[in-house]
């Protein structure tokens, strides 16, 4: 999925489509208000943050004893526990389930960690397509991309690019943009889909340990009909989506989806704890990272994450950038933490892609602090070796001149005389970047130490 | 462990509440004085299509038949009826047991879903939901708000992506007559 150019350079390519870049930022500017609405209607908002918050801080304090109190309970419901300690043993053990149940149709619904995990170009690998059922990730498999957002997956796509993909793959008409029936397109062609499914992957929401079952969250309704028709039911989980009891249910299912899109719940949110009568139903609980992750005291909260996307859908950089430009299964400010502990040389440019505005932070619902952890990534990537040399030079130089008063004035000084008298220098774009999108300011006449010496009486 | 210490809403019409938040997730509701009112309405829905009743009040349940059906089977039903336990007027969701549903396809495969509900049965938000449901009673169960919809396509909603294309709440409510 990585390629070699970092996010300035993706989000150059993203942003050369100017009015398209203004339609991402205002439609998910649109869902962050619809965010904002929601959370209005709810006075006890912010007792349910800090309740979330403490709910996940107690599980992941003590996450072995609820994962292993899940494991027991679950297998005691029927429920085939498998666990995993990296992505590739994820892919093996799911190839494994497939291969000695024999079947090859296979639907899948809305999960991360087989993003994470890469899972659908592993099983390709032995000749087994896995069909994505969620329009928006059906929609950009038919493309062969992957999703740009978390929960809105094609959210980089106007109707016109879904309008010409459905033409290529499932025969609609030619210039017919209307998302009705587009999605009726897609619901005809995906129903044929679930009808012969053999084995239905589906991500997991929540693992509650009381109970050993999960939940599972969606609008479509695609886990339900995918887990409900196959014979083999395969529902994979972050260790970290673990929760202690069925009651913390009523505080997660109330934060994430005000969060996600302002709806006050998703359309079903389906509780699995037995196999129905002749299915087989599985778990497999993935770490990849993870316990690496909760060890690092900077980050480690990071893995309270719900996976609502409020942090995305208000991040100006995310908004401006793409998800694409984050090279990565979870992109925006939440994926920028968890990506460089996952692969730290290859993700080293993420936690530089923020303004650290702190909105991030302002809007989790489980109260991450996600701009303080996206400074702290920056420093350990520059103890570690993974900041280049100009930007280090940079900000070394940087730090001389702002602990030294005196070179401090000389430089303000050197830079408005050359902003006044040789400002086309500061516009060869190759040398001054800043300048790329933006027009350079006019130089003030005083420095502000000059003014205010003048005027402080 | 933290200690759940929310209070819930007072003082305000539950049902008022309930039926405004199902209007809002995209579904109609129905108010209905008596189950007895319900079954004139049932029958009228008619036979010409493929419909499944699972409410024994409402008829004869078929229910190994139904428990026995598969997606194949079931690819043509065209409306399903199926008893809600709860109703949550902070969202319009409403918890459906897997015994209620007999088929864990049938809230899902069918083109219309209709659910009945008794209006003393609603409750104000998800933690009174929760402290009213063993979530483990039975093997699966979904608390289920509004018809499948989709805005994957340039946020557009659409109603009707995979499960059912509209959903009705049937409200029994007593005092409904003596309100009008």
């Known amino acids: 999925m990585h390629d070699t150019k970092d996010h300035a350079e993706l989000s150059v390519e993203f942003n050369k489509n100017e009015s398209r870049v203004d339609w991402h930022d205002e439609t998910l500017w649109f869902v962050r208000k619809k965010r904002d609405i929601a959370v209005s209607l709810v006075p006890e908002w912010e007792q349910l943050r800090e309740l979330g918050s403490q709910i996940k801080n107690h599980t992941l304090s003590n996450l072995d004893q609820y994962l292993e109190e899940f494991e027991k309970r679950a297998i005691a419901n029927g429920i085939t526990v498998h666990w995993a300690a990296d992505a590739e043993e994820h892919n093996a053990k799911m190839l494994a389930i497939m291969q000695s149940n024999n079947v090859s149709r296979i639907v899948k619904s809305k999960s991360m960690l087989t993003e994470e995990c890469n899972l659908n170009e592993h099983l390709l690998k032995s000749g087994i397509e896995v069909i994505d059922t969620d329009l928006g990730e059906r929609i950009v498999q038919l493309r062969k991309e992957h999703p740009s957002h978390i929960v809105l997956p094609a959210i980089h796509l106007k109707k016109e690019d879904v309008s010409d993909t459905f033409f290529e793959h499932l025969q609609t008409e030619q210039h017919n943009y209307d998302p009705q029936y587009l999605t009726e397109a897609a619901r005809i062609n995906l129903r044929s889909h679930f009808i012969q499914s053999e084995l239905a992957i589906t991500g997991v929401n929540f693992a509650v340990a009381e109970t050993g079952g999960f939940v599972v969250c969606t609008n479509e309704g695609n886990a339900d009909m995918g887990a409900h028709a196959a014979k083999v039911h395969v529902a994979v989980m972050g260790i970290e989506k673990i929760i202690p009891k069925a009651e913390h249910l009523g505080v997660f299912l109330r934060l994430l989806t005000r969060s996600a899109t302002g709806q006050p719940i998703t359309t079903y949110s389906s509780h699995f704890h037995r196999p129905r009568p002749g299915q087989q139903m599985h778990i497999i609980i993935v770490d990849n990272g993870r316990t690496k992750q909760l060890g690092r005291p900077d980050f480690r909260s990071s893995l309270k994450c719900i996976r609502c996307a409020a942090c995305f859908n208000t991040c100006p950089v995310y908004r401006r950038s793409g998800g694409h430009s984050y090279h990565s299964a979870i992109a925006g400010p939440i994926g920028s933490i968890l990506n460089p502990n996952l692969d730290m040389k290859a993700n080293a440019d993420l936690p530089f892609a923020s303004t650290l505005c702190g909105s991030c932070s302002n809007v989790c619902p489980v109260k991450i602090d996600i701009h303080q952890q996206l400074w702290k990534w920056r420093q350990v990537l520059a103890e570690e070796g993974y900041v280049s040399g100009s930007k280090k030079a940079g900000m070394k130089g940087m730090a001389y001149i702002l602990s030294h008063p005196t070179v401090y004035r000389v430089a303000g000084k050197m830079a408005r005389w050359v902003l006044t008298y040789f400002s086309s220098i500061v516009k060869i774009k190759s040398l001054n970047p800043w300048y790329r999108q933006r027009e350079m300011p006019a130089a003030p006449e005083n420095s502000f130490r000059q003014w205010y010496l003048k005027n402080k009486q | ?180």
């Not at chain 2, 933290?2 to 809002?24: C, G, Q, Y």
């Not at chain 2, 024994?56 to 089977?73: F, N, R, Y």
């Not at chain 2, 319009?92 to 008794?118: K, Q, T, Y």
Request: with cysteine.
């Open chain 2, 1 to 180: 462990m933290p200690v759940i210490d929310i209070v819930s809403r007072k003082n305000f019409s539950l049902t008022d509440e309930f039926m405004l938040a199902v209007v809002r997730v995209g579904a109609q509701v129905v108010q209905v004085e008596s189950m007895e009112a319900l079954m004139l309405i049932h029958q009228l829905a008619g036979s010409k299509q493929y419909i499944i009743n699972t409410l024994p009040a409402l008829g004869e349940v078929d229910v190994s038949g139904i428990k026995g059906k598969d997606a194949q089977d079931l690819q043509g039903v065209y409306q399903v009826w199926i008893q809600g336990a709860i109703g949550v007027a902070e969202n319009g969701a409403i918890w459906l047991g897997e015994s209620s549903m007999i088929n864990r396809l049938l809230p899902f495969i069918c083109e219309h879903l209709i659910i009945v509900l008794d209006a003393g049965n609603i409750v104000v938000d998800m933690h009174q939901a929760y402290s009213k449901t063993e979530i483990d009673k039975e093997g699966y169960g979904v608390f289920l708000a509004g018809p499948s919809k989709t805005a994957d396509i340039e946020q557009s909603l659409v109603i009707g992506a995979h499960g059912a294309r509209s959903l009705v709440v049937y409200l029994i409510d007593k005092e409904y007559k003596k309100a009008e």
